[in-house]
Antibody
Framework: EVQLVESGGGLVQPGRSLRLSCAASGFTFDDYAMHWVRQAPGKGLEWVSGISWNSGSIGYADSVKGRFTISRDNAKNSLYLQMNSLRTEDTALYYC???????????????WGQGTLVTVSS | DIVMTQTPLSLSVTPGQPASISCKSSQSLLHSDGKTYLYWYLQKPGQPPQLLIYEVSNRFSGVPDRFSGSGSGTDFTLKISRVEAEDVGVYYCMQSIQLPLTFGQGTRLEIK
């Protein structure tokens, strides 16, 4: 069974850092690009970042560029999101999602994890 | 960035009746490879989104045939031929032709 399990969320003060992880299982991890998508409470979906199968292509939403860093460890079947200089507007449920192919574009997302909640508040 | 605009933002439908959601993109989603990179997702209450339609009109595995997608270029439509109670949730369109990937605002479907 294909599974994505996010972890690392929690309550953090503005300006601090947090590192999210996504553990993948049930498929050949390095055959696929991976993405982070977030959803603020009661709001819609916002793509955050994506990374190609070999980390050769990486993209970020303007809202997180320069503050967040996506990475992956294919040997560990894991995806990461290092979030620095967190702001209150980063408060959201962060989903890990597998792309339908190896590229960070021209693909869709399936499956999605259940998400990990990040709350940025003083 | 490509802006995705969905209408309506909410729908209230009687079971057995049809429903239709429009999604318009600010740029063409037709790639030089001939494919159009427009997708539809449904987020049921309390769940992560699930893929319904890929590349405009292809139903994903396990999606009932009452769901259909159509359109081209910048104008797209998701149709439900006969709404069922299990179809409640928020529907999103998404483009993946270029980064940043972008979603529509979402359309909330409720049952009358």
């Amino acid at each position: 069974e294909v599974q994505l399990v996010e972890s690392g969320g929690g309550l953090v003060q503005p300006g601090r850092s947090l590192r999210l992880s996504c553990a993948a299982s049930g498929f050949t991890f390095d055959d696929y690009a991976m993405h982070w998508v977030r959803q603020a409470p009661g709001k819609g979906l916002e793509w955050v970042s994506g990374i190609s199968w070999n980390s050769g292509s990486i993209g970020y939403a303007d809202s997180v560029k320069g503050r967040f860093t996506i990475s992956r460890d294919n040997a560990k079947n894991s995806l990461y999101l290092q979030m620095n200089s967190l702001r209150t507007e980063d408060t959201a449920l962060y989903y890990c999602a597998r792309a339908s192919g190896y590229s960070s574009t021209r693909n869709c997302f399936d499956p999605w994890g259940q998400g990990t909640l990040v709350t940025v508040s003083s | 960035d490509i802006v995705m605009t969905q209408t309506p933002l909410s729908l209230s439908v009687t079971p057995g009746q049809p429903a239709s959601i429009s999604c318009k993109s600010s740029q063409s989603l037709l790639h030089s490879d001939g494919k159009t990179y427009l997708y539809w997702y449904l987020q049921k209450p309390g769940q992560p989104p699930q893929l319904l339609i890929y590349e405009v009109s292809n139903r994903f595995s396990g999606v009932p045939d009452r769901f259909s997608g159509s359109g081209s270029g910048t104008d797209f439509t998701l149709k439900i031929s006969r709404v069922e109670a299990e179809d409640v949730g928020v529907y999103y369109c998404m483009q993946s032709i270029q980064l940043p990937l972008t979603f529509g605002q979402g359309t909330r479907l409720e049952i009358k």
